[in-house]
């Protein structure tokens, strides 16, 4: 017979961690408000709505972690607001701005980017225990959203015609899904000690970081994540030996991921010994 306790502990599992899906609600509904921005022609702010998705969507899984409120269902319901504000949500923003007068080639371009996001989150959640945790593999979703709507405020705020610029963003839009389900590593720095003590020459840094952020908030941060879509590349060439098809796309064998780990392995080991040295 059911006790108390057995009838509390039901219940708990049957309920939803408050703080952590909160948060994702709130980037849901930056998403959906950035398409809803877009159709009203209020691009500057889709844009903006869509960089706010991206700090919701930071917090929410650190702080999961952080409160032990971690849950399926909130693994679950984060990839589905992703894929709104980072897939639809983007692909919508830059069709409405730019892509429209192309026919079907503008929507065709917003297509492939929403395809090949949803392809992106369904990877790496089936991928999740089994890769390296250092890297991505292929651009992450908000990542490539933040390029897509980082050239449209760009393009708002300096008033930039978009009839000029339709096929230049149909091929950016186009890249970066196409980046998303690629095999190309991208670092995670997930790797980075949080925790730990930095030199106040660091912190100095950073807050040098923020000041140039926020003197051109558009430009700036459409270059950081531009740079960062060419690292992907640049990271993996320099870590193959021999350069594959399977590095670029489609499914790696394990020799070349056996391959790309050792070499990755024998750069740490190089460093550490340089780092003794010294």
Known sequence: MPTNTDNQANARNRGIYLLPNLLTTAGLFSGFFAIVASMNNHFESAAVAIFIAMVFDGLDGRVARMTNTQSDFGAEYDSMADIVSFGMAPALVMYNWALHDLGKLGWLAAFIFVAGGALRLARFNTNI????????????????AAIVAGAVWVGSKYAVDPADVNYLAAVLTIMCGLLMVSNFRYHSFKDVDWRGRVSFMVILIIVLAFVIVATEPSLVLFSIFLLYAFSGPITTFRTVKKLKLEHVVGDTSDDCSEQVNTKSANQGEKSSREDKLD
């Open 129 to 144: 225990d089994t890769v390296d945790k250092r890297f991505f593999q292929g651009l992450a979703i908000p990542s490539a």
